[in-house]
Nanobody, 126 residues
Framework: VQLQASGGGLVQVGGSLRLSCVAS????????MGWFRQAPGKEREFVAA????????YYADLVKDRFAISRENAENTVFLQMNGLKREDTAVYYC????????????????????WGQGTLVTVSS
């Protein structure tokens, strides 16, 4: 599967953005999906994840009251709605996919994912 993330850009503190991750090559139903981010000079960190069915969602503590992950399997797309953006949310955001048939998924670990998109840059300015 190939993943294409989009929707990043420049936004002011307190603003909102909606990221999209479109999958091609295989139906997204076969995958649990995650969003990670990497700020300059920092390691990649977990943001949010969603199970293949959409029944289960997971969030990093830093974003859980501001971000929302969702998926539209019919469109082969996963979304990350980001509200109340802060300067510390500035990063390149990556979507990732893990085969849903693989057991014992830890959604917060980047090494649990099999496929990665190219990233989309989010810049939050004051």
């Amino acid at each position: 599967v190939q993943l294409q993330a989009s929707g990043g850009g420049l936004v002011q503190v307190g603003g909102s953005l909606r990221l999209s991750c479109v999958a091609s090559g295989r139906t997204i139903v076969a995958y649990n999906m995650g969003w990670f981010r990497q700020a300059p000079g920092k390691e990649r960190e977990f943001v949010a994840a969603i199970s293949w069915s959409g029944d289960d969602t997971y969030y990093a503590d830093l974003v859980k009251d501001r971000f929302a992950i969702s998926r539209e399997n019919a469109e082969n797309t996963v979304f990350l709605q980001m509200n109340g953006l802060k300067r510390e949310d500035t990063a390149v955001y990556y979507c990732a996919a893990r085969e849903s048939m693989n057991a014992n998924w830890n959604p917060r670990r980047s090494d649990e994912y099999d496929h990665w998109g190219q990233g989309t840059l989010v810049t939050v300015s004051s």
